[in-house]
């Protein structure tokens, strides 16, 4: 895969699971690595841009505040001059049988996962367009496919992701700038870990290839959709979940 050598780099949640995967693989391919991390998690956000090295910063970011997504594009591009990738893989997961679920929590799963998503779309636009260059990635969900009970919010705001780089797609590929998303399925992550064994076993066994997914799977991903080797290809969703959906 082509390196990313005098690339801008933007992700959200960088500090710790997918998002950190992808802040390093990017960074081993020679881009400079802007990356956001949720405030509070400031020690783990400065051991990723240590890992990151020198090209690499992080920016303290609760994409909930819109303004707050587009003053930190503009941050970016004072640092960098330019944005060429935004990687959306900010999100929360509140889960909940629907008559139990509270419309706060419906909101801070929308709102996190979805208008979060849109504000930075938005906001980095504008100087992709002035390119008339870019890669959009945005980590999307299988769940958001196929949904989920218990996860009826989760599930909405993928979907919905899932349909904006769909729309986003087909609105800027005349400036030369593709959107796509990734849909990961089950990965072995912090969370996952901490799941009962019962739980696990039936997770694997819904899972083709008989095991979970790592961080690096989805990184991997992430990284060929906003490379060269992918500038062909739009408004596609990537499905990363071992053939637990086709």
Avoid: H
């Amino acid at each position: 895969m082509s390196d990313f050598e005098g690339k801008v780099v933007l992700v959200t949640g960088g500090s710790r699971g997918i998002g950190r995967t992808c802040v390093m693989e990017f960074a081993r391919r020679k881009a400079a690595v802007a990356f956001t991390y949720y405030p509070g998690n400031q020690a783990e956000a400065e051991e990723v841009a240590k890992l990151a090295g020198p090209l690499a910063s992080a920016w303290p970011l609760d994409v909930v505040d819109t303004k707050a997504c587009t003053q930190l594009v503009d941050e970016v591009l004072k640092k960098y001059e330019r944005v060429d990738v935004l990687v959306n893989n900010a999100g929360i997961a509140i889960d909940g049988l629907v008559m139990r679920f509270r419309d706060e929590d419906w909101d801070a799963v929308m709102n996190t996962n979805l208008r979060g998503a849109f504000a930075l779309c938005r906001a980095v636009t504008r100087p992709m367009l002035r390119q008339r260059s870019g890669a959009i990635v945005n980590v999307a969900s299988v769940v958001g496919e196929m949904g989920n009970a218990g996860q009826t919010a989760y599930s909405a705001s993928k979907a919905g992701l899932i349909g904006m780089s769909k729309s986003l797609a087909r609105e800027l590929a005349s400036r030369s700038i593709r959107v796509n998303a990734v849909a990961p399925g089950f990965i072995d992550t912090e969370m996952t870990s901490r799941l009962p064994a019962e739980v696990k076993e039936k997770m694997v066994a819904s899972i083709a290839l008989g095991r979970l997914g790592q961080a690096e799977d989805i990184a991997r991903a992430v990284v060929f959709l906003a490379s060269e080797e992918a500038s062909y290809i739009t408004g596609e969703v990537l499905k990363v979940n071992g053939g637990m959906y086709m």
